[in-house]
């Protein structure tokens, strides 16, 4: 399994072994994936992360929402060749595979605090 990198601070990246960027097309997207990324291991109930990300949206288009951009951010693993290393999901869950190489800076930044 490559491993992933995940930049925040600057200009947002998503690149595997540095080298294969993911692209990301949504501002939606992105924060999915960081999101998951700060609590790997822990499996997110889908309902939660639709309320997180779509505070002011009906519970149905939240989770409509939030099946658009899973569906995208799933697309942009795959089309980089890591379909599904890093992102575990269920029909009520969505976890960030803890088992998978990543470095997230923001979670180094932290670490260094």
Known sequence: ????????????????????SI??????????????????????EREHLGTLLWPDASREQAQTSLRQTLYR?????SQAGAADDYLLVDATTICFNAASDYRLDVREFNALL
């Open 1 to 20: 399994m490559a491993q992933l990198a995940l930049t925040c601070f600057g200009t947002f990246r998503v690149a595997l072994d540095e080298t294969r």
């Open 23 to 44: 692209q990301l097309s949504t501002r939606s997207a992105r924060a999915l994936l960081i999101y998951l990324a700060l609590h790997p291991g822990q499996p997110m």
């Open 73 to 77: 951010l799933r697309q942009g693993f």
